[in-house]
């Protein structure tokens, strides 16, 4: 299970910290990654981290202005996101997946959480 946290109205140039905290499968866990959905777009990649590893991936609109972290004693990752623009409104979902080999494809990862809704106003 996944559930997600933090999500909100911000003005543009704002920032916001996501929270994803993960249950009942996390000695699986190969990856945790971030999507987004805005209404009428494709689901896009946001970033993604690996459970055991440092290693971090980033879409290209959000490079520079989003991190992404993991606290593993929590069981939780996190979502920085500062200089926010109003195109980052969507709804955003944590999801984990179990098996290595790319990583900004939705349809990789196993589980997912319902969604927080962040909007960025101008």
């Known amino acids: 299970q996944l559930l997600e946290s933090g999500g909100g109205l911000v003005q543009a140039g704002g920032s916001l910290r996501l929270s994803c905290v993960v249950s009942?499968?996390?000695?699986?866990?190969?990856?945790v990654g971030w999507f987004r959905q805005a209404p009428g777009k494709e689901r896009e990649f946001v970033a993604c981290?690996?459970?055991?590893?440092?290693?971090?991936r980033y879409g290209a609109s959000v490079k520079g202005r989003f991190t992404i972290s993991r606290d593993n004693a929590k069981n939780a990752v996190y979502l920085q996101m500062n200089n926010l623009k109003p195109e980052d409104t969507a709804v955003y979902s944590c999801?984990?997946?179990?098996?290595?080999?790319?990583?900004?494809?939705?349809?990789?990862?196993?589980?997912w959480g319902q969604g927080t809704q962040v909007t960025v106003s101008s």
């Open positions: 999801a984990s997946r179990k098996t290595s080999g790319g990583y900004d494809s939705y349809d990789l990862y196993d589980y």
């Open positions: 009942g499968m996390t000695a699986s866990i190969y990856t």
């Open positions: 981290i690996a459970w055991s590893a440092d290693n971090k």
